[in-house]
């Protein structure tokens, strides 16, 4: 079985500082790894996802994850937060017959 | 475009009543799912189907009802039994199960908030 655990659900922060938001992942198989971002009242869009290979990640929205597997983290960071980065993030991990299980998620709010 | 459709945005249930949430995908997606959303909860998932006429049950899967006849649609019923439906309600599709696409991900569409009245 797999699970996310995402440290932190409410993260504020400045616009134009670092943005890092924490996801720690558990699971019995080669994870997949995978970071949504949702805005208010919309469905999940894909930012961006490990699968193997080179264990830092970069995505959409300057957005970048490093997957250690040591310390079975996949943490998010943006070195320079924009207004538009307020959203909820989520984390996932796949396993077994591509299902996800969800992290609770994050809510990040940037302060002008 | 290809995507995921949901409709409608926003729904109300009755006591009693049974309410349909309809879901469907041109992106040639053999995997479909039905996530409910509840603040503080992350998506937990209630029925995914593989294949046509063929569906599993998710993490919380009583008081739903799925149905996948065509490929192109998965529409999810709340029933009376289901005693706290008011929830962001989230559908998703992928590429499938087979091997070489378990690493794809899933995409969604925009919900559907159901709420009492």
């Known amino acids: 079985a797999q699970s996310v655990t995402q440290l932190g659900s409410h993260v504020s922060v400045s616009e134009g500082a670092l943005v890092l938001l924490r996801c720690n992942y558990s699971?019995?198989?080669?994870?997949?790894l995978f970071w949504y971002v949702q805005y208010p009242n919309q469905g999940l869009q894909l930012l961006l996802k490990y699968t193997t290979g080179a264990t830092l990640v970069k995505g959409i929205n300057g957005f970048e994850a490093e997957f250690k597997k040591s310390e079975t983290s996949f943490h998010l960071t943006k070195p320079s937060a924009h207004m538009s980065d307020a959203a909820e993030y989520f984390c996932?991990?796949?396993?077994?017959?591509?299902?996800?299980?969800f992290g609770a998620g994050t809510t990040v709010t940037v302060r002008a | 475009d290809g995507g995921i459709t949901q409709s409608p945005k926003y729904l109300f249930r009755k006591e009693g009543q049974n309410v349909t949430l309809s879901c469907e995908q041109n992106?040639?997606?053999?995997?479909m799912y039905w996530y409910r959303q509840d603040p503080g909860q992350g998506l937990r998932l209630i029925y995914y189907s593989q294949i046509v006429n063929d569906f599993q049950k998710g993490d919380i899967a009583e008081g739903y009802s799925v149905s996948r006849e065509k490929k192109e649609s998965f529409p999810l019923t709340v029933t009376s039994a289901q005693k706290n439906p008011t929830a962001f309600y989230l559908c998703?599709?992928?590429?499938?199960?087979?091997?070489?696409?378990?690493?794809?991900?899933?995409?969604f569409g925009d919900g559907t908030r159901l709420s009492i009245l």
């Open positions: 699971s019995s198989v080669p994870p997949y």
């Open positions: 992106l040639n997606h053999d995997a």
């Open positions: 996932a991990v796949s396993g077994l017959g591509n299902k996800l299980s």
């Open positions: 998703a599709s992928s590429p499938g199960q087979g091997a070489g696409t378990l690493n794809q991900p899933q995409h």
